[in-house]
């Protein structure tokens, strides 16, 4: 075993001794245990930091509104912008993450959010709002494809998917976490400023967080590959030998272009079929989400559904960990798709049969539990499938397409809404709507099943990562 050692005009070998390296696999050992743990925390509480403002902005988007005089429409485009500053900022970020680390990336996206989040203090117009959410909302696809990156490559291959399951249910924290945020801010300082304050609120955790992240350290294999880099660079053959018996590594690929890596022969397939996937499936999702209360609320009463989601929210936590152990055994391939039909079925049931509340809860814990537990898969899929060299910019690429999905697939929603005819001067039409949820989220799912299940492959579970992809 060997390591190299830098010096002012070269990278020169350097043997380890046998007591260096009985203290190496010493180290290994330790970090198996707690360092996991306080990785897991960390990348956790920065998940569910980012967000922690995402949902803000959802929750005090009444007073918010009512204060700065804007209507739900320039809600709607605050909203996508800052997803679609997310897809742009991604394609960079990615390739930053596989040359300075995943630390780095990890690091740069949680100042990012913080900093944009709390200047939303200041806002008083639709512009300025519009702008911080471009910077706000720019940095989530690369926190999510970063963290899970860190933890697939140092997680143990017989739970990586639990884990990662748990590190997604994250997201659970930070909605919790904003309502908290929320609920504190406006009692005690009202609706008219409390919002503000909210914000300030948000940014204190995020400063914490920031501290502890000082301590995580750039995976193993990340290391291990900047050292087979730098001895394929000096030439030093036996060193490589060395270093390519611990991890395997296809060097004749190690200093391509990230981008012109993905769309490689061996990874192209891959790269084009997540993007679809995470395009679809967490459009669908958000839409959802965003259009469901005030469907649900032309039907039930708003302190019957606000009590609905209270109480189902725990199904979210139940789905993320359900499918982090089913895909532990039979792939992620699998577990996302029998998740999304279950979530297709959800939307189907709550579309044509909550004609009482039991019914209502019956389909809408189906559809919350399917629904945040195929990303337990997908998150996994999303880093596992691509070699160590390109897995940041790989797993960000997905994280990329969450976001444009995010952005583009409510505007189309709505626009369904409007061609079906969807709200009238008697209220909102419930036979249009429906309409509106058979063409535009369950048809389009169906299909993205249909192609998800023809073209991708399985990601073999409790495999390590270089007999999946080198």
């Known amino acids: 075993m060997a390591r190299i050692r830098k010096t002012a005009m070269v990278d020169e070998p350097e043997k380890v001794s046998?007591?260096?390296?009985?203290?190496?696999?010493?180290?290994?050992?330790?970090?198996?245990?707690?360092?996991?743990?306080?990785?897991?925390?960390?990348?956790?509480?920065?998940?569910?930091?980012?967000?922690?403002?995402?949902?803000?902005?959802?929750?005090?988007?009444?007073?918010?509104?009512?204060?700065?005089?804007?209507?739900?429409?320039?809600?709607?485009?605050?909203?996508?912008?800052?997803?679609?500053?997310?897809?742009?900022?991604?394609?960079?970020?990615?390739?930053?993450?596989?040359?300075?680390?995943?630390?780095?990336?990890?690091?740069?996206?949680?100042?990012?959010?913080?900093?944009?989040?709390?200047?939303q203090y200041f806002i008083n117009s639709f512009l300025s709002w519009f702008g911080i959410r471009l910077g706000a909302g720019a940095f989530t696809g690369g926190e999510w494809g970063a963290g899970a990156t860190?933890?697939?490559?140092?997680?143990?291959?017989?739970?990586?998917?639990?884990?990662?399951?748990?590190?997604?249910?994250?997201?659970?924290?930070?909605?919790?976490?904003?309502?908290?945020?929320?609920?504190?801010?406006?009692?005690?300082?009202?609706?008219?400023?409390?919002?503000?304050?909210?914000?300030?609120?948000?940014?204190?955790?995020?400063v914490l967080v920031l501290a502890l992240r000082f301590y995580v350290k750039d995976p193993e294999r990340f290391k291990h590959l900047k050292d087979v880099a730098a001895a394929k660079k000096s030439g030093d053959q036996a060193v490589l030998a060395d270093l390519l018996t611990r991890h395997k590594v296809d060097i004749e690929k190690i200093t391509m272009p990230s981008y012109r890596q993905l769309f490689s022969k061996d990874l192209v397939r891959m790269t084009i079929v997540l993007a679809f996937w995470n395009f679809i499936t967490t459009g669908?999702?958000?839409?959802?989400?965003?259009?469901?209360?005030?469907?649900?609320?032309?039907?039930?009463?708003?302190?019957?559904?606000?009590?609905?989601?209270?109480?189902?929210?725990?199904?979210?936590?139940?789905?993320?960990?359900?499918?982090?152990?089913?895909?532990?055994r039979i792939g992620a391939k699998y577990s996302i798709m029998i998740f999304a039909a279950i979530e297709v079925l959800g939307i189907l049931f709550l579309t044509y049969s909550t004609t009482n509340i039991v019914n209502l809860y019956i389909f809408y814990i189906m559809f919350f539990l399917a629904e945040n537990g195929q990303f337990s898969g997908l998150i996994r899929m999303n880093t596992e499938n691509f070699p160590t060299r390109v897995r940041v910019t790989g797993a960000i690429w997905g994280?990329?397409?969450?976001?444009?999905?995010?952005?583009?697939?409510?505007?189309?929603?709505?626009?369904?809404?409007?061609?079906?005819?969807?709200?009238?001067?008697t209220g909102i039409n419930i036979g249009a709507f429906n309409n509106a949820w058979l063409y535009v989220e369950v048809f389009p799912e169906i299909i993205a099943i249909i192609i998800f299940f023809l073209v991708m492959k399985n990601t073999p579970p409790r495999k390590e990562l270089e007999e999946i992809a080198v």
Do not use: C, H
């Not at 996508?80 to 990615?94: C, E, K, P, R």
């Not at 739970?159 to 976490?177: A, D, E, P």
């Not at 209270?310 to 936590?317: E, K, M, Q, T």
């Open 399 to 425: 994280g990329a397409f969450w976001s444009l999905g995010q952005a583009v697939w409510p505007l189309i929603f709505g626009q369904a809404l409007a061609v079906f005819g969807v709200f009238s001067a």
């Open 150 to 206: 860190a933890l697939s490559e140092t997680v143990d291959k017989k739970y990586r998917g639990f884990v990662l399951s748990i590190m997604q249910s994250g997201w659970v924290f930070g909605y919790g976490l904003a309502s908290v945020i929320s609920l504190f801010a406006i009692t005690t300082f009202g609706a008219a400023n409390g919002w503000r304050i909210a914000f300030l609120f948000a940014f204190l955790p995020a």
């Open 284 to 328: 669908i999702a958000i839409t959802s989400n965003t259009f469901q209360p005030t469907y649900f609320e032309a039907q039930y009463s708003f302190d019957q559904v606000t009590t609905m989601f209270l109480i189902v929210s725990f199904a979210g936590i139940i789905g993320y960990i359900a499918n982090g152990v089913l895909n532990d």
């Open 18 to 119: 046998e007591k260096e390296l009985k203290e190496l696999e010493k180290a290994a050992k330790e970090e198996s245990g707690g360092y996991i743990i306080f990785l897991l925390v960390v990348v956790y509480l920065g998940w569910g930091l980012i967000n922690t403002d995402s949902n803000l902005i959802l929750i005090l988007s009444g007073p918010i509104l009512s204060a700065l005089g804007l209507t739900l429409q320039q809600f709607s485009y605050i909203v996508s912008a800052g997803f679609a500053a997310s897809f742009v900022l991604s394609l960079f970020l990615g390739p930053l993450g596989d040359k300075f680390g995943r630390r780095f990336v990890l690091q740069l996206t949680l100042v990012g959010t913080a900093f944009f989040s709390v200047l």
